[in-house]
């Protein structure tokens, strides 16, 4: 893994050959940026992870074995219905997004997954400390509309209770087809004292559309 510089008002990823000497990981710098490099574009996408390698097309249960388990899992599943004068199409496409996280100091990664097999793996930033997540959170005060899950998680970590709703379902129709598409929702409520506000969020396909500021005990 990479580390960070002590400056952190420095550009998001950037990386620096003195913090991976310093950690003894020179050699693990010059393979990823190898891998980088050299890679066939979309055969890796990813540093690797434990020491080993992950390819896209790889199963969970293949990556689970090599990374371990994730800081954050989160499912989602995305159906369309499609239907013209040549009839009806129906696809539905469950994602999985895993979330390593290896402190403030390290990048973190994401294993995106569609219905079973890696899709994608990207690095999303710097994780958050885990003791701690002091200003990222202010009681729940910085959390906003349009936060992923990755970015709820890594201002207030944690939510007290996560809850899943029904699929919410929008319909269209361009040129003759009607297209539906139902899309997950799922709420995740953060309690912060019996003295101060709680917040339920309410994420559609992963993104926060709604906060509601909740009283408890009332």
Not at 25 to 35: K, M, T, Y
Not at 157 to 167: A, F, I, N, S, T
Not at 190 to 203: A, K, M, V
Not at 206 to 216: A, D, P
């Amino acid at each position: 893994m990479w580390r960070r510089q002590p400056d952190r008002s420095d550009v998001p990823g950037r990386l620096t050959w003195g913090g991976a000497l310093k950690r003894g990981r020179f050699v693990a710098a010059i393979l990823s940026l190898s891998l980088f490099l050299f890679f066939p574009a979309g055969k890796v996408l990813g540093l690797p992870c434990r020491g080993q390698i992950v390819n896209t097309g790889e199963g969970m249960a293949e990556v689970a074995a090599k990374c371990g388990e994730a800081a954050l899992k989160e499912q989602r599943t995305v159906s369309v219905k499609e239907t013209d004068k040549s009839g009806t199409l129906a696809t539905t496409t469950t994602i999985d997004e895993w979330t390593y996280d290896f402190g403030p100091e390290e990048l973190m990664q994401m294993y995106r997954f569609e219905n079973g097999k890696l899709t994608e793996i990207s690095s999303i930033g710097y994780g958050r400390p885990h003791d701690d997540q002091g200003e990222n959170c202010r009681n729940g005060q910085l959390l906003a509309v349009g936060d992923t899950a990755v970015d709820a998680f890594l201002k207030c970590g944690d939510p007290l209770m996560k809850e899943k709703k029904e699929d919410k379902v929008t319909e269209t129709e361009d040129g003759g087809t009607k297209r539906w598409t139902a899309v997950s929702v799922v709420e995740w409520t953060y309690r912060y004292g019996p003295d101060l506000p709680g917040y339920t969020l309410r994420f559609e396909n992963g993104k926060v559309v709604e906060i509601r500021q909740r009283k408890f005990g009332e």
